[in-house]
Nanobody, 115 residues
Framework: QVQLVESGGGLVQPGGSLRLSCVAS????????LDWYRQAPGKERALVAS???????YYVDSVKGRFAISRDNAKNTVYLQMNSLKSEDTAVYYC?????????WGQGTLVTVSS
């Protein structure tokens, strides 16, 4: 069984920054690949960024140059550093991991970008 717990969301002004964390726990678990998704009001959940077991990263075009995904293996934690935030980044952010073929989601953390 895997548990994913996100944190770090909140209210930030346009142009500001936030760092989201996703802590993974489970017997014998070592985080390798993990995805960050977001779901804006009235929209479907969509991939934002991902990191694979080799450390390669992917970003959706709308966040390239502003967001950075990273991993701390010792802490079983994946981060999403979000800079130059825009109102359109407002959403609930979720982390997702596939472990032995089973997909796990965190509970989500709300990011609101507003003045």
């Amino acid at each position: 069984q895997v548990q994913l717990v996100e944190s770090g969301g909140g209210l930030v002004q346009p142009g500001g920054s936030l760092r989201l964390s996703c802590v993974a726990s489970g017997s014998g678990l070592s985080v390798r690949g993990l995805d960050w998704y977001r779901q804006a009001p009235g929209k479907e959940r969509a991939l934002v960024a991902s990191i694979n077991s080799g450390g390669s990263t992917y970003y959706v075009d709308s966040v390239k140059g502003r967001f950075a995904i990273s991993r701390d293996n010792a802490k079983n934690t994946v981060y999403l550093q979000m800079n130059s935030l825009k109102s359109e980044d407002t959403a609930v952010y979720y982390c997702k991991m596939i472990h032995y073929g089973v997909t796990y989601w965190g509970q989500g953390t709300l990011v609101t970008v507003s003045s």
